[in-house]
T-cell receptor, first 116, second 115 residues
Framework: AQTVTQSQPEMSVQEAETVTLSCTYD???????LFWYKQPPSRQMILVIR??????QNATENRFSVNFQKAAKSFSLKISDSQLGDAAMYFC?????????????FGKGTHLIIQP | NAGVMQNPRHLVRRRGQEARLRCSPM?????VYWYRQLPEEGLKFMVY????????ESGMPKERFSAEFPKEGPSILRIQQVVRGDSAAYFC?????????????FGQGTRLTVV
């Protein structure tokens, strides 16, 4: 079974600075998808960015980018120019290429605090 | 195009009562997932359904929990004889085809409190 590990329960960053959230995963599959979700206090799960395992190029969405290291099974999220609205829980998640069965596997989350 | 709608947002039940959680997927979506989030934890997969079929319920407790997604109407997660340990946030997600490369959209969750 696949597992997702987020080793940082909490991270703090000054507004406008850059922060990196760590995620490692374990799977025997070669084709899969990785995601970062943001969960603000409203509890809504918001997709931040996703990465296809077959793509070598790291995904980027505006201020959010990932460092995907397939051999190391590492998938970190970098947030540049941090803003107060970025404060939330961030969850790393995995799904195999077939999707469906088992659904998404989530890490335990990292609580990101933005210092004004 | 309304997103995934879950109701109620908050539900309080006494021990031994039944809890019924509803999820209306996005328009055009026929694949629904239910997840449970305990305090300070990530979401844990419970069950995956398509219209009128349970595809995978490997994450759902064998007793007291059931789920359905009828041809008409919302998906229902039903918890019978609730216990304190059932207190959690329950999330529903829907997707167009259930495949890994298709984005799943989440509802805002139902927070169940068992007193």
């Amino acid at each position: 079974a696949q597992t997702v590990t987020q080793s940082q329960p909490e991270m703090s960053v000054q507004e406008a600075e850059t922060v990196t959230l760590s995620c490692t995963y374990d799977t025997s599959e070669s084709d899969y998808y990785l995601f970062w979700y943001k969960q603000p206090p409203s509890r809504q799960m918001i997709l931040v960015i996703r990465q296809e395992a077959y793509k070598q190029q790291n995904a980027t969405e505006n201020r959010f980018s990932v460092n995907f290291q397939k051999a190391a099974k590492s998938f970190s999220l970098k947030i540049s120019d941090s803003q107060l609205g970025d404060a939330a829980m961030y969850f790393c998640a995995y799904i195999n290429w077939r999707g469906g069965a088992d659904g998404l596997t989530f890490g335990k989350g990292t609580h990101l605090i933005i210092q004004p | 195009n309304a997103g995934v709608m879950q109701n109620p947002r908050h539900l309080v039940r006494r021990r031994g009562q039944e809890a019924r959680l509803r999820c209306s997927p996005m328009k055009g979506h026929s694949h629904v997932y239910w997840y449970r989030q305990l305090p300070e934890e990530g979401l844990k997969f419970m069950v995956y359904l398509q219209k009128e079929n349970i595809i995978d319920e490997s994450g759902m407790p064998k007793e007291r929990f059931s789920a359905e997604f009828p041809k008409e109407g919302p998906s229902i997660l039903r918890i019978q004889q609730v216990v304190r340990g059932d207190s959690a946030a329950y999330f529903c997600a829907s997707s167009a085809n259930g495949q890994g490369n298709t984005e799943a959209f989440f509802g805002q969750g139902t927070r169940l409190t068992v007193v």
